[in-house]
């Protein structure tokens, strides 16, 4: 621990600081110029921590009975993350205090982040955390929603650090709280056994296997105490097993994959540089350098990569990173969520592949700098250069990014609940709708929502029944459908429903009672 602490104070910790400081900065400018979230979910944590400030606990969820998190099926998949948000849900300016919320949590990501560069002895910190906090526009994106994407990353980042470092305390209490924080906790398992593999293949040390085990005993113990349990253990299985397996759980939102990968690679263009370099420097290293026979052994090769970790240790951590940043891009080819994970890891596997260098020609070239115009012309063109692959994305973050008013749903929520009965299910025709009508009336239970995939993990009667509204099928079953959830109102959004809108008002069996520019409201004639 010392041994971090006198490093920083070597390595400019003041400037560190205050480079974290203007990334936050950044960061809280984006934030408080938007009107709202972009992201629906950000409504549905919201409304959470409101609920667990006045009430406590959520142990039931009445609000959508017709899918895997229903009534007693609940089980907080984000606890700690609303735990988090509850002295920020307060107020009555929730865009603000939520807000200043989600910076508290892209602070312990960038804290975790900056000590793991340091743990791994970068001296390139300050790029490094340029890198990582801007490189990519998607990244920029997702860490301004109210999300609990920095509270995964960092607690996988801190995961990393306690298994290499074969801290058995770290790594229970990490596998613990992974599991209190985001679904993305099974992750810990394969940092662990990628940790183990590579230990042992390049050292012939098999001691990190028992991290495997250790970091299994800390989501086992996450799940048994969890305050959900045992609900717990059914609806993480259920819902990782839906999201992996495909399907229409893996057709919307961050679930889907890049459909656009030259567009991907513009978004992060010094990420993929930079990664791909690393990625050539160490293919170079372990297979081309290393004197492999077509004739040799299983062991006989082992012995030759041992020997290379021998000469150079810092080999056995670059190939993990690298081999676990590959890992997070061959996930985030089919699902967008993962790029939360890649990059922090990816830009961890650059930095011990490309400190040395880097950091080595920027000093050269500012020794360059000093000694006449020609050095400052071409360190100013570097540095220019680095502005603009790193503040592209941000300014396509500011510019593109446009969420609708924070109220936008209010009135047609408000209309809802001064219609109905308490408790009676109105019909979302749209499942991303629900945060935002959850948050604005709670009153009501709705039929799906969060994840498409919660009400249709299976081909059950109520899925293929909503499928039919959602994807504008057999209208002539609507009223029917409609008496299946014992509903009187659907809800649509105008524009974007607008052919489910069209097919509900083509039916005499329905009445449209509300219209705004936001959703139309229709009601089944008794």
């Not at 400037?15 to 950044?26: E, G």
Request: positive net charge.
């Amino acid at each position: 621990m010392e041994d971090v602490f006198a490093r920083l104070r070597r390595g400019d910790s003041l400037n560190i600081a205050i480079l974290v400081v203007f990334v936050l900065w950044i960061f809280a400018v984006l934030a408080f110029t938007a009107s709202g979230f972009g992201d629906p979910d950000s409504f549905y944590h919201l409304k959470v921590a409101q609920l667990a400030r006045e009430n406590g606990f959520l142990t039931f969820f009445t609000w959508l009975p017709f899918t895997i998190i229903g009534n007693s099926n609940f089980a907080d998949a984000h606890l700690l993350y609303h735990l988090t948000l509850v002295p920020f849900s307060g107020s009555n300016v929730p865009t603000v205090t939520a807000n200043i919320g989600e910076l508290v949590t892209i602070a312990i990501l960038l804290g975790s982040f900056v000590w793991m560069a340091v743990r791994l002895k970068l001296r390139f910190v300050s790029f490094w955390v340029l890198l990582f906090a801007f490189g990519s526009a998607s990244l920029i994106y997702r860490l301004l929603e109210l999300k609990a994407i920095s509270l995964a990353a960092a607690i996988l980042l801190l995961g990393y650090h306690f298994l290499r470092s074969r801290n058995p305390v770290g790594v229970l209490i990490i596998g613990f709280l992974g599991v209190w924080t985001h679904n993305s906790f099974p992750l810990l398992l394969v940092l662990a056994a990628v940790i183990a593999v590579n230990r042992w293949v390049l050292g012939n040390d098999r001691r990190w296997f028992l991290m495997l085990i250790t970091i299994s005993l800390g989501i086992f113990a996450g799940l048994t105490l969890h305050p959900n349990f045992p609900q717990s253990f059914n609806f993480f299985y259920t819902h990782i097993v839906s999201f992996t397996g495909g399907g229409i759980a893996r057709q919307a939102g961050e679930w889907a994959g890049i459909t656009n990968l030259w567009q991907t690679a513009q978004s992060m263009a010094l990420f993929f540089f930079l990664w791909f370099v690393s990625y050539g420097v160490w293919v170079y290293r372990v297979i081309v350098k290393p004197s492999f026979k077509g004739s040799m052994t299983v062991n006989e090769a082992l012995a030759i990569l041992r020997t290379e970790a021998q000469k150079d240790p810092s080999l056995v951590v670059k190939s993990e990173l690298l081999l676990i940043s590959l890992f997070f891009w061959f996930l985030t080819l089919f699902a967008i969520r993962f790029t939360d994970f890649l990059i922090p890891f990816g830009v961890l596997a650059i930095g011990v592949t490309l400190d040395k260098p880097l950091s080595e020609g920027w000093v050269r070239l500012t020794e360059f700098a000093r000694r006449g115009w020609d050095g400052k012309i071409l360190k100013g063109i570097i540095v220019i250069g680095l502005v603009i692959a790193l503040g592209r994305n941000v300014l396509s973050v500011g510019f593109e990014r446009n969420p609708p008013p924070f109220d936008e749903w209010k009135q047609v929520s408000e209309f809802i609940a001064s219609h109905t009965e308490p408790n009676e299910v109105v019909v979302n025709a749209f499942w991303d709708t629900f945060p935002q009508l959850f948050y604005w009336n709670d009153k009501n239970r709705y039929v799906n929502g969060l994840d498409i995939g919660f009400l249709c993990v299976k081909k059950t009667e109520a899925c293929e029944r909503w499928l039919d509204i959602f994807r504008g099928r057999r209208p002539h079953r609507y009223a029917e459908t409609m008496r299946f959830f014992n509903a009187r109102f659907a809800v649509i959004p105008t524009e974007r429903g607008k052919d489910v809108v069209e097919r509900f008002a083509s039916r005499d069996e329905f009445e449209e009672v509300y219209q705004d520019q936001v959703a139309t409201v229709f009601k089944l004639q008794q």
